[in-house]
């Protein structure tokens, strides 16, 4: 199947640094990435969608200037918490969807998540 | 507007035994699929499942099958002869529009007992 991968896998900053959370599709090329947000023990939230070439897209409440997302390649999406703080501290994942099998437009790949701890 | 419900925060089951996961949803669209996702301790979300709303014939994938009951709105996972290696947080979930979004119910952790 499609592999996503996400780097680094764990994080530790300090407060008021930024961070850049990498989103890479392996072996297919995805227009479309999400990334998600997850506190323990509680569901993943949809932040943002990301569009290959042009502005991602923000659900509401989440801070646009906060959590920057750049889409520049097929096959990349990055992640950025600008002046991260203890509250941002959480599991973030990234997927993409699919664009062929018998799932096309359906699937979404995940990739194993980045935990970002800032102290 | 959409949304996932899953009731069982925890589920225990003994190996070798089935298990059935609740899922219920809520969406005006027509046309809309349903995901099951399955998370480890290590976070990775693995697919598992997956049921669009026309599909006539249940899904199942070897040892999953998807009880869907559209005028219930519910889209229940089965576990057949579950395994200690199940044990993990389960996560319906339901797109439209394209699919553009996933929207994720809260979970069911389940814990395999030997």
């Known amino acids: 199947g499609a592999v996503v991968s996400q780097h680094p896998s764990r994080v530790i900053c300090k407060s008021g640094t930024s961070v850049k959370i990498e989103c890479r599709s392996l072996d297919f090329q995805a227009t479309t990435m999400f990334w998600y947000r997850q506190f323990p023990k509680k569901s993943l939230m949809l932040m943002a969608t990301?569009?290959?070439?042009?502005?991602?897209?923000?659900e509401q409440g989440v801070e646009k200037d906060k959590f920057l997302i750049n889409h520049a390649s097929l096959t990349l999406s990055t992640l950025t918490v600008t002046s991260a703080h203890p509250e941002d501290s959480s599991f973030y994942i990234c997927s993409a969807r699919g664009t062929s099998g018998p799932l096309a437009y359906n699937e979404q790949f995940f990739g194993p998540g980045t935990r970002l701890t800032v102290l | 507007a959409q949304k996932i419900t899953q009731t069982q925060p925890g589920m225990f089951v003994q190996e070798k035994e089935a298990v059935t996961l609740d899922c219920t949803y809520d969406t005006s669209d027509p046309s809309y699929g349903l995901f099951w996702y399955k998370q480890p301790s290590s976070g990775e979300m693995i697919f598992l499942i997956y049921q669009g709303s026309y599909d006539q014939q249940n899904a199942t994938e070897g040892r999953y099958s998807l009880n869907f009951q559209k005028a219930r709105k519910s889209a229940n996972l089965v576990i057949s002869a579950s395994q200690l290696g199940d044990s993990a947080m389960y996560f319906c979930?339901?797109?439209?529009?394209?699919?553009?979004?996933?929207?994720f119910g809260a979970g069911t952790r389940l814990a395999v007992h030997p």
């Open positions: 979930a339901i797109g439209s529009g394209g699919y553009n979004k996933l929207i």
């Open positions: 990301s569009n290959e070439g042009s502005k991602a897209t923000y």
